[in-house]
């Protein structure tokens, strides 16, 4: 199935935004809103949603280390703050060192992205279906 971009972007957008109020429900304000986040950070959340379609949607566990190779690749190391000017970043590590709170934000967003894709699957079929 072919996939839009448009329905990629509104998905990051809103694994973006959940994540966003997930942080702060932990304490964590350092999130913007999605029209506010810079491009660097968009793209890791697009990279992501299709990482996921492309695979499956496999586990939490590779979703990270998938983030995690996307954020090498681009120059991030791990540091104690994440810093996107010196691109040091607390949850470059492997996953299972992460604290939990940080974990959830793989699981939040492998189900926001199966949720979107299941409604636009869904979508397309009834849309064939209407038209035979």
């Given at each position: 199935?072919e996939l ?6 509104m998905t990051?957008?809103?694994a ?7 942080c702060?429900?932990i304490?964590?304000n350092?999130q913007?809103?999605?029209?506010d986040?810079?491009q ?14 492309e695979?499956?949607f496999?586990?939490p ?7 995690q190779?996307e954020?090498?690749?681009?120059g991030?190391v791990?540091?104690e703050?994440?810093?996107?000017v010196a ?6 590590r492997?996953y299972?060192?992460l604290?939990?709170?940080q974990r959830v ?6 189900a926001v992205v199966?949720?979107?894709?299941d409604r636009?699957k869904l979508?397309?079929e ?7």
């Amino acid at each position: 199935m072919e996939l839009h971009e448009d329905f990629i972007e509104m998905t990051a957008a809103m694994a973006h935004e959940l994540n966003k109020a997930y942080c702060i429900s932990i304490g964590d304000n350092s999130q913007t809103h999605w029209e506010d986040a810079p491009q660097w950070q968009k793209d890791s959340s697009i990279n992501g949603v299709k990482y996921a379609i492309e695979n499956n949607f496999p586990n939490p566990v590779l979703m990270h280390i998938n983030w995690q190779k996307e954020k090498v690749a681009d120059g991030w190391v791990y540091g104690e703050i994440k810093d996107p000017v010196a691109k040091t970043h607390p949850c470059i590590r492997d996953y299972g060192e992460l604290p939990e709170e940080q974990r959830v934000k793989d699981t939040i967003f492998a189900a926001v992205v199966r949720a979107f894709y299941d409604r636009y699957k869904l979508e397309e079929e009834t849309q064939n279906d209407l038209q035979h």
